[in-house]
């Protein structure tokens, strides 16, 4: 099993990727942020629409909604910077959204760039070089309906 795989079968154990999620990510452990499913081309993050993700307006706070989507695509660069040798540096270098319908319940981030990612990741450790990877994500609610589209330019840099 390779490291990736490794990374992959942690966030698959629910009790282990909590505990990550409040010691990395405490917000997005307190907004219950679920990983639904990974593998190694695509991701799948829930966010509940609750007290701690909703807006004055009763509908889902755009960044409560961002950090699910920038969430669905991170956790499958994670997947494949995880230990690497040498390691490697990812950072979100921009991003980009379209809200199409006011979000009311429970929302799945959907992420398909897995083998996007891997590629970039790869040519950099050729390389020695940046590289950038746009990843979509694309929210969908309980009813199947598109509620927002986010895109996140990721860069990644090994460290040689």
């Not at 006011?102 to 020695?128: D, H, P, S, W, Y």
Request: glycine share 4%.
């Amino acid at each position: 099993m390779n490291q990736a795989e490794n990374f992959r079968k942690t966030v698959r154990n629910k009790f282990k990727f909590k505990m990550f999620m409040l010691k990395e990510l405490p917000s997005a452990f307190f907004s219950g942020i679920t990983v639904t499913e990974i593998t190694e081309e695509k991701a799948v993050v829930t966010i509940p629409f609750k007290f701690l993700t909703k807006n004055p307006f009763k509908s889902m706070y755009f960044a409560s909604q961002a950090m699910a989507a920038e969430l669905s695509t991170g956790v499958l660069a994670l997947s494949q910077i995880h230990k690497r040798k040498p390691s490697v540096s990812m950072l979100v270098f921009d991003m980009d959204a379209h809200f199409s319908k006011k979000a009311t319940t429970i929302i799945a981030f959907t992420c398909n760039e897995g083998l996007k990612i891997k590629q970039a990741v790869e040519e950099t450790m050729r390389t020695g070089e940046g590289v950038t990877v746009i990843a979509k994500s694309q929210g969908i609610d309980k009813f199947g309906d598109v509620v927002s589209e986010f895109n996140f330019t990721w860069t990644f840099k090994a460290k040689i």
